[in-house]
């Protein structure tokens, strides 16, 4: 009889650990507390219009990278019959505008880095040097085949060697923020381009990655986006003999002996497994369902110093534009005449048409989209609101979507009277239907003043049979964090019971 392996959390690391499990010979079973699958991997649908909620880009989504073999093989970028699905690339990161100027982060680098320096030939020397460490973050190899604590020697240097460009600028950039790169730079609008897309206080070094996945034709996108790409990944793994639950919110993990012999649904029913992975949000994990003792050190540290290690979030609002428009296109930031959300008062807004895939609105019309970021402070701002005076948290998202609408009108003349809002989501939305700790959707700010959060253990000192998953367990998080972990916690398994760990791709 096969041993069972049961997974808290039915997101990216859930699946794909379930997907691995079952590839490995084990039996398992996903308990997810929301309807459908996915957790922050997701999108849903209004009045005909979809609104993707995680997929804009993806770290290395191009046949070139190893990685892409592992896409494939959990339902990214193939379905349950290994055909392969579209991956649509973008032509830019982003444009800033300020005082009638703009300036486009193109994938072309040539053409982006010309323009810069047309733009700004003071800043030249500094233009050239970001270029520089861009182009040498495209070789970025993200690891997906072992954890790196279990690689032999053959293993750290295949992922080693091609990453050695990218480590001098992760040396280069170790302790500069992007508010300190930004300083470099004497153009007004270079300067506000730096800090429009990520908080100020993150490593440059994320920003320069970010731009090189794009430049390097690996930042694709999935057709149908983060919904259809889970429904594959719900597919694969059924397929394989995988249970999923729905529904099916965890109360608590029962520790005794320090092996963990039953997790508690909130309906009652017990479920028992030979190891558990719980690949929820960890705040959570070790607030609710096991005794804090038992976090890693270093989490805990983390959490406990929110000034070295900041969290974010985000205040979105989704509008439908009744017809096309070429006016709004790639993510665009602007300054504006002012708005107040969550007690501040702001005057720089973005925009963006999301019109990659066509999946996103019906023929004939666009859905826009504002995504602005929100501190550790707004988000308890959002928090305290929704708990202690829901009507007022309601009327605050509508007046600032209402608000944001005028501008984008006054930004855009020619789509005045063609835009409604379609949807409203704040930091606290992720928060009710994820348990994401603050409404984090990636996972810690990484500052200069950062420690250790580059590899958080996946095993826990006192039980024997947990192994973490998730994208906490290695900064800066995202989809490849996430689904690498899953397919890790059944290798650090596999280990534990002394057989071969090595699964193919």
Known sequence: MSQKIVIIGGGVAGLTAGIYAQKAGFESEIYEKHTVMGGLCTGWKRKG????????WMTCAAPKFPIYKMYKEVGFFADVNGNEIVCRQHDAFYTSELDGQKVTLWCDLERAQKEMIELSPQDKKWIKRLFKYVR????????????????????????GIPN??????IFKYRKTSLADFAEKFKHPLLKKMLTDYLPKNYLAYFF?????????????VPDGGSSKAIERMEEIYKSKGGKIFTNSPVEKVEIENGHCSVIVLENGQKVSGDFIIPTCDPHYLF???LDEKY???ALKAAYKDSIANELGSSFQVAYEYDGETNEIGRRTYFDCSGFDLAGEHRTRLNMKNYNLDP??????????????????KNCLYWESLYKNDK???????????????????????????????????????????????????????VTKKSKNLFNIPATLKGIDNIFLAGQWLCMPGGLPMAMSSGKFAVQRILRSLGKNYRIEP
């Not at 979809?50 to 997929?55: A, S």
């Not at 007022?392 to 835009?419: C, T």
Request: hydrophobic share 40%; aromatic share 10%.
């Open 49 to 56: 219009f979809y609104i993707d909620n995680c997929i804009t």
């Open 391 to 445: 009507a007022e948290y309601d009327r605050q998202k509508q007046n600032a979507a209402d608000d944001i609408l005028k501008l984008l009108e006054e930004r855009v003349p020619s789509a005045k009277g063609k835009m409604k809002v379609l949807d409203i989501w704040t930091p606290y939305t992720y928060t009710r239907y994820t348990n994401a700790y603050r409404g984090v959707y990636m996972s810690f700010i």
């Open 359 to 376: 999946i996103s609105a019906p023929k004939g019309k666009n859905l826009i989209q504002v995504k602005i970021l929100q501190s550790e």
């Open 164 to 169: 050695i460009p990218v480590g001098l600028a």
């Open 295 to 297: 976090m890693p050190a």
């Open 287 to 289: 607030e609710k369902l």
């Open 136 to 159: 040498l973050c495209m070789h970025l190899h993200a690891p997906f085949k072992v954890p790196i604590d279990m690689m032999n020697f053959f293993e750290l240097a295949e992922l």
């Open 208 to 220: 320069i990655s970010a731009y090189a996945t794009l430049a390097s034709g690996g930042g694709g």
